[in-house]
């Protein structure tokens, strides 16, 4: 079995998630927009999952819009909004370390000729609230920013957001992606005093392919897609109806946050520690960075992907470098940290989740040891 390490990519499927999807799928098939029995059976399923994922926002149903994914959820937000809010600015403002489905939906609009401003970290991934605050002008129709970000753990300043917003009495949305916040977390987005929330299934033990986007009630941003009545014709085409249930069911299974907080943030320490006692490591992620997620250098002479293809191939072990989306290339978040070309080669990201133990940490620091022994720098 392999020793798995990399849920901030993706995480197993808790067994919940698994029996309401084969349930979906084997006896409960019915489209929801069907209007005979299976039709409304499909619905009650669909309702059931949006109220689950509203009651651990804190919100109301109507305000989950189902989509693809957190990719989908953050191309709506950010295009969406965009196009429902250029008549009153066109400043937005992000980050320089947000996820790819950000980075290159800003880039789009970039082209279109908005002005995107791309707030830059400090060396360990952490966005100031100075500058956030020098950024938001009475121009800037939409702010967004990650909660945590998925390659370093750093916790950036969307509580502050909407302090800074009225202050600069600005029109701005304001837009949070708390797909590595989600689940672990509370993550309440009228506490955050957000417009738009992504999330996703597939980081909290659900299934691939369904996310969601929270809309604030009254909050108008235009559609990308066409051609239905579902979600409020926000997110029009037939319901995923199976990864819905099991995401409601994902959602349903988490655990208790305190306890679990409390599990992982020791095996945090634990991991620190260990990797700290090998020669040369060095750990990329500040202390205040969410305790799932350690991004630390290797100092052997291989490359960060030669490294993961040995530790899985010779140790059953999963982990990665920088973020799954980006397939093997250079990370963003590492170079915008300003982070040397040697460290940006060959870091990895080990990242938890409830399900892992000490001794995965062990069997890791054994792998990493060798390797450091074998093919030093
Ligand atoms: N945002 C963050 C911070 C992520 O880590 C990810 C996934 O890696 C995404 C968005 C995209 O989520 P999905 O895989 O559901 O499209």
Known sequence: MAVYLDNSA??????????????????????????????????????????????????????????SGATEANNLAILGAASAMKRRGNRIVSTAIEHESVIQALDELEKQGFEIIRL???????????????????????VSMMYINNEVGSVLPVEKIRKIVTLKNSPALIHIDCVQAFGKIDVRPKKLGADLVSITAHKIHGPKGCGALYVKKGTIIHPRTFGGEQEKRLRPGTEAAPLIAGFGAAVEALTDFGEQSAKIAELNRYAKEKLSALEGVIINSGDAAS???INVYIPTFMRSQTVLQWLYSDHGICVSNGSACAKGKKSHVLTAMKL???????????SFSRDNTKADVDALCAALKELLEKYPK
């Open 291 to 293: 305790p799932y997620i």
């Open 340 to 350: 040397s070309d040697e460290i940006v080669d060959k870091s990895i990201r080990i």
């Open 120 to 142: 830059m970290p400090d060396v360990k991934g952490n966005i100031s609230v100075s500058d956030l605050r020098d950024a938001i002008d009475e121009k800037t129709i939409l």
């Open 10 to 67: 993706t995480t197993k499927p808790c067994p919940e998630a698994v029996d309401a999807v084969n349930y979906m799928l084997t006896e409960n098939y019915g489209n929801p927009s069907s209007l005979h029995g299976l039709g409304i059976e499909a619905t009650k399923a669909v309702t059931s999952a949006r109220q689950a994922i509203a009651d651990k926002l804190g919100c109301e149903k109507e305000e989950i819009f189902f989509t």
